[in-house]
Nanobody, 122 residues
Framework: VQLQAFGGGLVQAGDSLRLSCVASGRTISSFLMGWFRQAPGKEREFVGAINWSAGSTYYADSVKGRFTISIDNTEHTVYLQMNSLKPEDTAVYYC????????????????WGLGTLVTVSS
């Protein structure tokens, strides 16, 4: 499975941004697609995930109500819509794929894309 995330950039607090993750390779429709982020000097943390086949979504408390994950099956793309961005959302964002039905642990994700940097200025 190959993953490519893009869409990061510099925005102001309160702005919105949408990240995309294009997936290719194996039959990805059976995978759990996750988004993680890593801020400078901090550990990588779970942002949210979507079960590709079931469509069920899961979010970290810190982003619940502001971030939304969705899938475009035709384009094999997973989106992370980020609204009401805060400076603390500044991080490198990664998309990842897991064979588990649901997991918040990055160790459960076998496939990773390169990150895309999101910077939110105050």
């Amino acid at each position: 499975v190959q993953l490519q995330a893009f869409g990061g950039g510099l925005v102001q607090a309160g702005d919105s941004l949408r990240l995309s993750c294009v997936a290719s390779g194996r039959t990805i429709s059976s995978f759990l697609m996750g988004w993680f982020r890593q801020a400078p000097g901090k550990e990588r943390e779970f942002v949210g995930a979507i079960n590709w086949s079931a469509g069920s979504t899961y979010y970290a408390d810190s982003v619940k109500g502001r971030f939304t994950i969705s899938i475009d099956n035709t384009e094999h793309t997973v989106y992370l819509q980020m609204n009401s961005l805060k400076p603390e959302d500044t991080a490198v964002y990664y998309c990842a794929a897991s064979i588990w039905a649901m997991s918040r642990a990055f160790s459960s994700y076998k496939y990773w894309g390169l990150g895309t940097l999101v910077t939110v200025s105050s």
